[in-house]
């Protein structure tokens, strides 16, 4: 049984989303639990994406393309786990800030949080206070996303976040913020709950949130 | 096909023409904080004398119009903007290309401004439309255009296309000629979507086709997520050349760069003799020497 959890990791490592999505209904038909496919396999491979990011020996396209995979593994283990009643690590409320039109890296980072097991809810760029705080109220997520990438448009991260503390909300979720010219510095400024300063280091970031929640 | 349009820049001594008959015209980048921590840090301690080396350096690499912008987190970028600008006007002749998303600081640096700017940017968004258009009909400025809207970046050239359209055609009705505006086709990231390089290459023929217009672009962000950046940045721009880009926004100090830009113009013919190509090895030669 080690062999197909292996082979998960692998297929993520690959990104070969077709051959995850056949490793994943194998190993179901075989009596496997979803929440070992997922462990054993799909996040291992998730994982030692994150690792190889770093360290510079996995480029941006790579990335994307493990990202697809898990996400292929997850559209079918997804409503099992959740049937199961197993934990999930709760919801992600990710958008690029107002006036801010930078759309990829917001998306990476939510595809890596997708891939350590958060359900995101990706709000698009542009994002006014207002749409943050609707959505924050509809979809009760455990963490608020929001990326900057330019000096200029790096202050609307504050503004929401004092838009969240009028509207009541602050307290009930954990911000996390990140964008090219951000820093811990800044991000402690304003109020955010942590600071990312690539992709993988975004999704860590969110799993230490939830668990010190 | 459009007939080629002549952009003219101005400082108070210098006039730059760009134009598809010319050697393409780069317009330093380097005088920017975003991204820039060092220089964030300068600019937050009101310490100018970076500027000043970044405008010198940049133009001793051959940019011909420089890039300024004072975009500070939580300072106040009117004032930063004056001073940024002041130090730069007083380090260089070049004509300069005031860039900055704040309408206030825009109209406080045109005022300040000796010569015939270029003003980064104006956009397709109602809002960008309403306020910089008339900054520039009332200063006489030439501006870059994004092709970009109140829907975000088309994926699409033809899309990219309607929107440099509509932007010329605003702007015609303030007043301001077409061969003052110059279309950024915006290059995104080619390490997201791999066909990124080909629709703005596509864009581009397409705009100049139509227009005629001059067209820039931020070719650095091309690459971003992949290995080996530079040969990527150096080959892009030099394609984009090909299609029709006559004064990409960049970093002339990447020495690859700047050699990519000199091939490419050689292989336009418009390097007469080859005299450019040759005087720039001589220089590099001489540098290698010391």
Known sequence: MSDIYERLATGILEGEAEKITKLVNRGLKK?????????????????EVGVRFKRGDMFVPEVLMSADSMAAGMTILRPILIESGAEMLGKIVMGTVKGDLHD?????VSMMCEGAGFEIVN?????????FIEAIKEHQPAIVGMSAMLTTTMRAMGHTIKALEEAGLRDQV???VGGAPVD??????IGSDGYGSNAPSGAELAKQLVSAA | MAKNLTTVVSSKTQTVEINRNNPTVIIGERINPTGRKLMLKALQNGDFDMVRTDALSQVAAGAKILDVNAGVPGADEIALMKQVLSTVMEAVDVPLCIDTADTDALAVALELYEGKALINSVNGEERSLETVLPLAKEHGAALIALCMDDDGIPATADERLAVAGKIIERAGKRGIPIEDIVID???LTMGADHTAGFVVMEAIQKIVAEFGVNITMGASNISFGMPERKHINSTFIAMAIHAGMTCPITNPLVAQVGIAVLAADLAMGRDEYGMKWIKAYRARQKEEGK
Do not use: H, R
């Open chain 1, 31 to 47: 009596g496997l639990s979803a929440k070992e496919l997922l462990d054993n396999g799909l996040i291992v491979g998730m994982d």
């Open chain 1, 104 to 108: 990829i890296g917001k998306n990476l």
């Open chain 1, 123 to 131: 709000l698009g760029f542009n994002v006014d206070p207002e749409t």
């Open chain 1, 174 to 176: 954990k911000v996390m």
């Open chain 1, 184 to 189: 811990k510095e800044f991000s402690d400024a």
């Open chain 2, 185 to 187: 086709p915006l290059a």
